[in-house]
């Protein structure tokens, strides 16, 4: 569980900033 | 090691809250902040829009006002290890102050040093470098939030170290028991994911305002999407953390999980209360209900605690009184084992004192057969192992409700984000800048939750608070208090006039 708490948090972040720029680029506010 | 002055521990207790909780005031927006100015300044980097580069700037100003006290006031936090809990300092320094001073001179350092190109370096370095400190400063405030909680994991679940009985410290033998241990990995992931979703929170709060105002609407609506889409994601990693850290408290700190439950008698199978209130003046073992009316959701906490259908969760009263059905000892007979601990760790040392080996060794024999219970040794009745019950479950009930209330928030303005309708929703915008609040107080309880929750302990099962404290008249610690609260006072109102200031000024001239 260590593991997956650590990368999933990395994960998280790096997902984050990936899902907004797309919804950005969607909405056509990038 | 005599017994100290109760006033005195009690003020130092007063002390450390003020100071922690008003340090707590910063943090959250410091960890989440970083990131999200981080995201902004990757986006002006890639598409090279000075409009992004404007709102970077606003977001960052924000974070350089919130940042200042924080640090301010993390420095007085650790001299109070010293000033005021000096017996705490002397018997576990060796382990507690290796990740203090690591966050120290490792991650603050690099906070530090490029927090000053992040700030002044817009001009003076590359575009790259600039966007390189940025990150440094969300991941050194990050890695600075690891060290402090591991050193506090380490009081809640004590691993990696001896006791060693020549010199009645714990000694470390091993670092990465301590900085990974389950409850370390599951309270960092848990207080930062949470925290950047305060962090979220104040960039959508801010932003509503502008909304709200018809000012600055472009970079409102711009700030939002970024900081829902990260507020919604770190909102459901809360979630999985957080009850990771439960499961994890069933089996190092099983009173605390019992007390936020609301938990006097386990069963197997337990109930989890969804919504309940406490009989008001319940004590353990006085045979009232626990609760003057509740909705249970069955089998929940069994599952919670031990992910099975039909585990044993021990209620209050079984950890105070044992239940031989489920193999658990009573807190009298551990109290027992303790003082005995204490009579012969004294006999070793006068042992040891006379040259005479062979007593010394005997008296260390028994001394090892009940080490393990010597922290119970100072207590002195079972019920004194119960923390205070009603602040630490409503605290915890209070900050499950605002956290699955802010996911739920999170999602709203995402949809008005994409679909273009922010502007319009009005209703949303006023939750918007309301729900900012609700989640610093969530933020904060979650403390008291940890904090209030591992009472009596200082270090669980180890060292009472009783025996933490300097041994100091009280006065000496009412008189600091009451600069301390005067001080943070008067900073935290120049901080506030400050950020109201520079939110009314706006992006453009930040």
Not at chain 2, 64 to 91: D, H, K
Not at chain 2, 128 to 138: E, N, P
Not at chain 2, 170 to 193: C, Y
Request: with cysteine; proline share 3%.
């Amino acid at each position: 569980m260590t593991a997956v708490l650590l990368i999933g948090w990395i994960a998280l972040i790096v997902v984050s900033y990936k899902a907004a720029v797309a919804l950005l680029i969607k909405t056509n506010n990038l | 090691m005599g017994e100290l002055d109760l006033g005195m521990v009690n003020w130092a207790r007063a002390q450390f809250t003020l100071t922690a909780m008003y340090h707590w005031l910063f943090v959250p927006i410091t960890l989440g902040l970083s990131f999200l100015c981080a995201f902004f300044e990757t986006i002006y980097v890639r598409t090279g829009k000075e409009e992004w580069k404007r709102l970077t700037k606003f977001w960052m100003t924000l974070f350089g006002i919130n940042f200042a006290i924080g640090v301010a006031t993390g420095i007085i936090l650790e001299f109070e290890f010293g000033t005021n809990w000096s017996n705490y300092s002397w018997m576990v320094g060796d382990i507690f102050g290796a990740p203090l001073a690591i966050e120290g001179i490792f991650a603050f350092f690099i906070e530090a040093t490029f927090f000053a190109v992040m700030f002044f370096g817009w001009e003076r370095t590359s575009k790259g470098f600039h966007l390189f400190s940025t990150w440094m400063v969300a991941i050194g405030s990050n890695l600075s939030a690891l060290w402090i909680l591991v050193a506090n994991s380490w009081m809640q679940y004590p691993v990696g170290m001896v006791f060693n009985p020549d010199t009645a410290r714990f000694e470390m033998q091993n670092i990465w028991e301590v900085i990974l241990s389950p409850v370390a990995v599951a309270k960092f992931t848990h207080t930062t994911s949470s925290s950047f979703v305060v962090g979220s929170l104040f960039v959508i709060a801010v932003s509503s305002y502008y909304l709200l105002k018809k000012r600055h609407i472009d970079m409102a609506k711009k700030s939002i999407l970024v900081a829902s889409v990260f507020g919604l994601l770190s909102g459901l990693f809360t979630a999985f953390t957080g009850d990771e850290s439960a499961f994890v408290n069933a089996s190092t700190q099983p009173m605390k999980l019992a007390a936020y439950e609301g938990l006097y008698k386990g069963s197997r199978g337990a109930d989890i209360v969804a919504f309940g209130m406490l009989t008001p003046g319940k004590r353990t073992g006085d045979g009232q209900e626990p609760f003057a009316f509740e909705i249970s959701i069955p089998r929940g906490l069994a599952l919670l605690a031990t992910r099975e259908w039909n585990g044993f969760v021990p209620g209050i009263e079984d950890l105070v009184y044992g239940n031989s059905a489920e193999g658990l000892v009573g807190a009298a007979d551990m109290i027992e084992r303790g003082k005995k601990a204490i009579v012969d760790l004294a006999a070793y040392k006068a042992a040891r004192k006379a040259g005479d080996d062979a007593a010394g060794k005997a008296a260390l024999e028994r001394f090892n057969v009940n080490k393990d219970y010597l922290g119970y040794g100072y207590m002195t009745r079972p019920e004194e192992i119960v923390p205070p019950v009603a602040s630490t479950y409503y605290s915890f009930h209070y900050m499950v409700y605002v956290g699955t209330f802010i996911i739920f928030l999170m999602l709203f303005f995402l949809k008005a984000g994409l679909s273009d309708r922010l502007a319009e929703n009005r209703l949303l915008l006023r939750l918007g800048v309301a729900s900012f609040f609700l989640a610093y107080l969530a933020s904060e309880l979650g403390w008291v939750v940890a904090e209030v929750g591992r009472q009596p302990w200082a270090i669980q099962d180890m060292l009472p608070v009783k025996m933490a404290a300097t041994n100091i008249g009280s006065g000496h610690v009412q008189g600091t208090f009451l600069l301390f609260f005067i001080l943070f006072a008067v900073l935290l109102l120049a901080e506030i006039k400050i950020m109201i200031k520079q939110i009314k000024i706006g992006p453009e001239v930040a």
